[in-house]
């Protein structure tokens, strides 16, 4: 999994709530177990017309936001069914960070088996995000994670709680597979020990 330590970039503003899963990667994605290639199916219903060309009113489709690596997202995000789909989907778009004032459990756990960013903050900070947000390609924002804080582009700082565990496992881009293996030398030792003790297993 990537590292997170320090993400800058523009910030795209959804002002949505409630938005899940389904709106973020549609069904007809969830053919694949791969984690690459579902960037162009991220929020389809939203960014494409009927006839497969892009809609314009949507904001990734804009100029200015077409390369975002962090998402300003309303209320409640990522709700719906416990799909991993969606932020693979994200990820491989390019986002990073994720910051709304609610995330649903599972998407918000999934997201950082994965190497994204969930960011709680108060609505007061996340008005304030998206006047920021809503700057278009002057909209940039830096995410410390060692210093749980944003940055934004006029100097203002807003300070964000994490558990100290899944930041370790963010700054250190340990995934599950990541965690295990930092046993390995333990692993190995109590199987050389099991195979000498019971050698007919």
Same mark, same amino acid.
């Given at each position: 999994? $990537?590292?997170?330590?320090v993400l800058e970039g523009v910030a795209a503003?959804?002002? +949505? #709530?409630? #938005?899940?899963?389904?709106?973020?990667?549609?069904?007809?994605? +969830?053919?694949?177990?791969?984690?690459?290639? +579902?960037?162009? !199916?991220?929020?389809?219903?939203?960014?494409?017309?009927? &006839?497969?060309?892009?809609?314009?009113?949507?904001? /990734?489709?804009?100029?200015?936001?077409?390369?975002?690596?962090?998402?300003?997202?309303?209320?409640?995000?990522?709700?719906?069914?416990?799909?991993?789909?969606?932020?693979?989907?994200? /990820?491989?778009?390019?986002?990073?960070? #994720?910051?709304?004032?609610?995330?649903?459990?599972?998407?918000?756990?999934?997201?950082?088996?994965?190497?994204?960013?969930?960011?709680?903050?108060?609505?007061?900070?996340?008005?304030?995000?998206?006047?920021?947000?809503?700057?278009?390609?002057?909209?940039?924002?830096?995410?410390? /994670?060692?210093?749980?804080?944003?940055?934004?582009?006029?100097? !203002? #700082?807003?300070?964000? $709680?994490? &558990?100290?565990?899944?930041?370790?496992? +963010?700054? $250190?881009? /340990?995934? &599950?597979?990541?965690?295990?293996?930092?046993?390995?030398?333990?692993?190995?030792?109590?199987?050389?020990?099991?195979?000498? $003790?019971?050698?007919w297993l």
């Amino acid at each position: 999994m $990537e590292k997170f330590t320090v993400l800058e970039g523009v910030a795209a503003p959804l002002k +949505l #709530v409630n #938005v899940d899963t389904d709106m973020i990667i549609p069904k007809q994605y +969830l053919k694949t177990i791969k984690r690459t290639g +579902l960037g162009t !199916g991220l929020f389809s219903e939203m960014r494409y017309k009927d &006839d497969g060309s892009d809609n314009p009113d949507f904001v /990734l489709n804009q100029s200015a936001y077409k390369n975002a690596k962090i998402l300003v997202a309303g209320d409640n995000f990522g709700c719906g069914s416990s799909r991993e789909h969606a932020p693979w989907a994200l /990820l491989d778009f390019g986002i990073r960070c #994720v910051i709304s004032t609610s995330f649903a459990d599972i998407f918000y756990n999934n997201c950082f088996k994965n190497g994204i960013l969930p960011v709680v903050v108060s609505k007061e900070d996340l008005d304030k995000l998206f006047d920021d947000a809503d700057r278009g390609a002057n909209a940039t924002l830096t995410i410390d /994670l060692p210093a749980q804080e944003i940055r934004g582009p006029d100097g !203002g #700082v807003v300070k964000f $709680e994490i &558990d100290p565990f899944r930041k370790r496992c +963010l700054i $250190e881009g /340990l995934d &599950d597979i990541g965690l295990t293996l930092e046993k390995a030398p333990a692993i190995a030792a109590y199987e050389t020990a099991k195979s000498a $003790e019971q050698p007919w297993l």
